[in-house]
């Protein structure tokens, strides 16, 4: 973050502006914040607002003119909400004078709640749960949002306009898109209504989500309002969106790890996404396959390093998260070969509605839990791989990592 602070004070004086107003929100945004304030000279007004998920603020402190709040994540909240509409103030109070720096990270879709008007933030919450519920991407969950929102696809960049925006973003989505990131609140949005029809239609959704929602989309969809700023939209020439930190640096770090511990690492993917389960038994076929073919004496032990986002289809009670499912269907697939761990984390260190980034297994877990009286099978029937790694061990326990850049999947596999 740092070493792109010249950058912004660059920006800043070579077009004579007056003050700086700092937009942070995300699970990454106190760090983020945190670096920004603290490499803004002395004397360059700064005002603004920070939002991240709840026990993400870590200790940070800011000068007065910075407020800071916690929200709600993966649904949406009215912390969320009332720090939504602090911003769109500052936004609104902003002129052709005024530097917009806005951090965005992972996280930021579901923070930054101001539900378009005429739904309520309780509709919201009911849309977002239903498609998490369901197993959208994130890609089809961030369609949805954006067009039942006041700031999402582009709209925070036409609040702030006439201002210069400056945004800089890390990505937690499969190709960094700028207009799925955060659901793309300073880049233009190719996606319509119609569209976000189409996923609830996907889902069979449609006559589950509130009607107010189901109204508005229709509006949309019939051209009765307008949609999403589009990219030839002029808001967007005094917009400047710059990724600075991604899932690719995470595994290419992770990599080079591995190799200074003696394995032959290799990053096939940084595009993992699909069911966390199907995903698992693809990622366990492939390191069973590889084991056997380093069962001949002086073979270097290998390392796999993938990235993604997968999702989960909830169709139990339990308590957990993709990551912490991934594990427990990987955990099955290897039960009982020997020299094979494998890790499953968030690199924001959490895992959905949980305290873990996700867990680690290898061949004596299952077994481990059985000889416990733990049903393995059933704890991933119910969608509860959570409870299974708190009674049975294996749980990742990191704590807020100031990041967020999706997941990342390390396979360990040993020679003989």
Do not use: W
């Not at 966390?276 to 032990?301: D, F, N, W, Y």
């Amino acid at each position: 973050m740092r070493e792109f602070m010249p950058d912004v004070l660059e920006a800043f004086s070579g077009k004579g502006l007056k003050e700086i107003v700092l937009i942070s929100f995300g699970k990454a945004a106190v760090p983020m914040a945190k670096a920004a304030v603290d490499g803004i000279p002395a004397g360059i007004p700064v005002k603004g607002v920070v939002l991240t998920k709840y026990g993400h603020v870590m200790g940070a402190s800011f000068p007065s003119s910075v407020a800071v709040h916690e929200a709600g994540h993966p649904i949406p909240d009215e912390a969320g909400h009332a720090a939504a509409d602090a911003m769109l103030k500052l936004l609104a109070a902003a002129d052709e004078n005024a530097l917009v720096l806005c951090l965005i990270s992972g996280g930021g879709s579901a923070l930054l709640a101001s539900p378009a008007e005429g739904i309520s933030l309780a509709d919201k919450q009911a849309v977002t749960d239903l498609l998490l519920k369901a197993g959208a991407t994130i890609g089809e969950l961030n369609t949805v949002r954006k067009h039942i929102s006041r700031v999402k696809g582009g709209q925070l960049a036409k609040a702030a306009y006439p201002a210069h925006v400056m945004s800089l973003i890390l990505s937690d989505v499969i190709g960094d898109r700028l207009d799925v990131i955060a659901s793309g609140p300073t880049a233009p949005d190719p996606t319509t209504y119609g569209d976000a029809l189409g996923i609830l239609q996907k889902y069979g959704l449609p006559d589950r989500v509130p009607p107010a929602v189901a109204r508005h989309l229709h509006a949309g969809a019939s051209s009765e309002m307008p949609d999403t700023p589009k990219k030839d939209d002029p808001v967007f020439g005094n917009v400047r969106n710059i990724i600075i930190a991604n899932n690719q640096k995470a595994t290419a770090a992770a990599q080079q790890r591995a190799f200074e511990h003696g394995y032959y690492a290799v990053a096939p993917a940084n595009n993992i996404e699909g069911e966390a389960r199907i995903i698992a038994e693809r990622i366990a076929h492939a390191a069973i396959s590889t084991k056997k073919r380093l069962e001949v004496p002086g073979r270097q032990g290998m390392c796999f390093i993938y990235g993604g986002e997968t999702t989960v289809t909830v169709k139990g009670g339990g308590t957990g998260g993709r990551n912490t499912e991934m594990a427990l269907a990987f955990a099955l697939k290897i039960s009982g070969v020997d020299g094979i761990t494998f890790l499953s984390g968030g690199t924001d260190g959490t895992d959905g509605p949980t305290d873990a980034a996700g867990a680690i297994v290898d061949a004596d877990t299952i077994p481990g839990a059985r000889t416990m009286g733990i049903d393995p099978g059933g704890h991933l029937e119910r969608n509860d791989s959570y409870s299974f790694f708190k009674q049975a061990g294996g749980l990742v326990i990191t704590g807020p990592t100031g990041t967020n850049v999706m997941d990342l999947y390390i396979a360990l596999i040993e020679a003989t």
